[in-house]
Antibody, heavy 120, light 107 residues
Framework: QVQLQESGPGLAKPSETLSLTCTVS????????WSWIRQPPGKGLEWVGY???????DYNPSLRSRVTISVDTSKNQFSLKLRSVTAADTAVYYC??????????????WGQGILVTVSS | DIQVTQSPSSLSASVGDRVTITCRAS??????LNWYQQKPGKAPKLLIY???SLQSGVPSRFSGGGSGTDFTLTISSLQPEDFATYYC?????????FGPGTKVDIK
């Protein structure tokens, strides 16, 4: 059973960089897409971006200038960095497996989520 | 961007009711539409992918339909554990977008 666990600081200061890591257990990080998705308190879901195990990435255009997703296959982890954060970046951040099979993509495994608050 | 809307935004229903939620895309997305269930304080859970394929382990009372721009999620007989918020998500475009959600609560 694949399990994902987000980790990182729960508080970030305005203008600083939010950094989170997702550790994957119960399966290899290779040969899959891995995404970050966020949810502001009381609001809906927003896809942030994905990485494929080869290192190829794609990001939500609304965040592209500030976001970097990277992968460390030796640790079965992938990470999110979001620069120059503001209060609008306060959200629960989820990592998820982004499976692409038979031509269909969907998020089939999710971490429990981590609340990151941007505040001075 | 492909916009995704849902209706209704909320509904009240009783155990045993048949419930249908609608999702509409701003352009044709073939069958590239997924449905998720989210309970308070929990991560979303995949229910349906490719518009009508039931994810492994999901009860058969959940079903999905539609193609092009109009899609439905139906719960044939609502159970107590089904009270939650439901989101649709398009995967036609690599800029994945979610609907705003439909909250199903107890009448």
């Amino acid at each position: 059973q694949v399990q994902l666990q987000e980790s990182g600081p729960g508080l970030a200061k305005p203008s600083e960089t939010l950094s989170l890591t997702c550790t994957v257990s119960g399966g290899s990080i290779s040969s899959y897409y891995w995404s970050w998705i966020r949810q502001p308190p009381g609001k809906g879901l927003e896809w942030v971006g994905y990485i494929y195990n080869s290192g190829s990435t794609d990001y939500n255009p609304s965040l592209r200038s500030r976001v970097t997703i990277s992968v460390d296959t030796s640790k079965n982890q992938f990470s999110l960095k979001l620069r120059s954060v503001t209060a609008a970046d306060t959200a629960v951040y989820y990592c998820a497996r982004d499976i692409y099979s038979s031509g269909w993509r969907r998020f089939d495994y999710w971490g429990q989520g981590i609340l990151v608050t941007v505040s001075s | 961007d492909i916009q995704v809307t849902q209706s209704p935004s909320s509904l009240s229903a009783s155990v045993g009711d048949r419930v249908t939620i609608t999702c509409r895309a701003s352009q044709s997305i073939s069958s590239y539409l997924n449905w998720y269930q989210q309970k308070p304080g929990k991560a979303p859970k995949l229910l349906i992918y490719a518009a009508s394929s039931l994810q492994s382990g999901v009860p058969s009372r959940f079903s999905g339909g539609g193609s092009g721009t109009d899609f439905t999620l139906t719960i044939s007989s609502l159970q107590p554990e089904d009270f939650a918020t439901y989101y649709c998500q398009q995967s036609y475009s690599s800029l994945f977008t979610f609907g705003p959600g439909t909250k199903v609560d107890i009448k």
